[in-house]
């Protein structure tokens, strides 16, 4: 079965730092866009991060600019996301996806592979 993992959730103190990761089950991570979103309780889902498969270009939502840095290692066939300076308004469920992403990355139908998500907290 194909699909993604997430990890590196957990609760943290505002103002601290958390590294997820994203790994795939059944195929490799070179040729896909790789999102991050999440789903905050009440709330839609939304876009976090996006990393491009080309030429590594990254889109951040104005929300996390400056504090989140997304990534992606193709010989560990692993994409992070770096969370710093969080905040309580973070918290979240958080999902890694992959798709072909060609016109929005924002939108959840560009991407065909989705994680199960990882629960961070932040709170004091």
């Known amino acids: 079965q194909l699909q993604l993992v997430e990890s590196g959730g957990g609760l943290v103190q505002p103002g601290g730092s958390l590294r997820l990761s994203c790994r795939p089950s059944?195929?490799?991570?070179?040729?896909?866009?790789i999102g991050w979103f999440r789903q905050a309780p009440g709330k839609e889902r939304e876009g976090v991060s996006c990393?491009?498969?080309?030429?590594?270009?990254?889109y951040y939502a104005d929300s996390v600019k400056g504090r989140f840095t997304i990534s992606r290692d193709n010989a560990k066939n692993t994409a992070y996301l770096q969370m710093d300076n969080l905040k309580p308004e973070d918290t979240a469920v958080y999902y890694c996806?992959?798709?072909?992403?060609?016109?929005?990355?924002?939108?959840?139908?560009?991407?065909?592979?989705w994680g199960q998500g990882t629960q961070v907290t932040v709170s004091s």
């Open positions: 996806a992959a798709g072909e992403w060609t016109v929005d990355w924002e939108s959840e139908s560009e991407y065909e592979y």
């Open positions: 059944g195929f490799t991570l070179d040729y896909y866009a």
């Open positions: 990393i491009s498969s080309t030429d590594g270009g990254t």
